[in-house]
């Protein structure tokens, strides 16, 4: 199997997973939770034993995923991560999609408490949201077709 994606992210895929489907990757058992908000296919992967969860683009150390495009919604990401992965026991470890500062790492009582983004109010966190002003991403034209079809006929 060579990819595996939400059955709501609208991609070619090997795979279709749904939310509290569990897969087994190379003997560990991952539960599967939808976290969309930065793209509708987002999801958030928990492996309970090893007290871990990967986020991917859903939730970032001390940020989380733009919602300015690619199908984003500040409102659904903010639920996203409240009731997904902020319902984890706080000692969960939280290993994210990327972070542009080099720490790869966090905690779900971490993000929690620190997160600047998510410890607000769930109005206060869209209007933040709507108000950042990111520059449009560099790569976005080439990337989004190239998720979209598994990266098969794109190269970036």
Request: hydrophobic share 30%; glycine share 8%.
């Amino acid at each position: 199997m060579k990819s595996v994606l939400s059955s709501k992210s609208g991609g070619e895929a090997d795979k279709y997973v749904s939310d509290g489907e569990v897969i087994d990757v190379g003997g560990l058992k991952l539960e599967v939770r939808e976290t969309p908000g930065h793209t509708d296919g987002c999801v958030s992967y928990v492996e309970h034993t090893l007290k871990s969860v990967f986020t991917g683009d859903a939730l970032l150390i001390r940020k989380c995923g733009r919602t300015d495009f690619q199908q984003g919604n500040s409102s659904t990401l903010y639920d996203s991560v409240h009731k997904k992965i902020f319902t984890l026991p706080e000692d969960y470890v939280i290993y994210v999609g990327h972070d542009y500062d080099g720490v790869l790492q966090t905690s779900v009582w971490e993000e929690k408490n620190l997160n600047p983004r998510l410890t607000k109010s769930k109005e206060e966190f869209v209007e933040f949201m709507k108000n950042m002003k990111l520059d449009y991403p560099k790569q976005i034209d080439k990337a989004v077709p190239a998720n979209m079809k598994d990266g098969k006929e794109y190269s970036i």
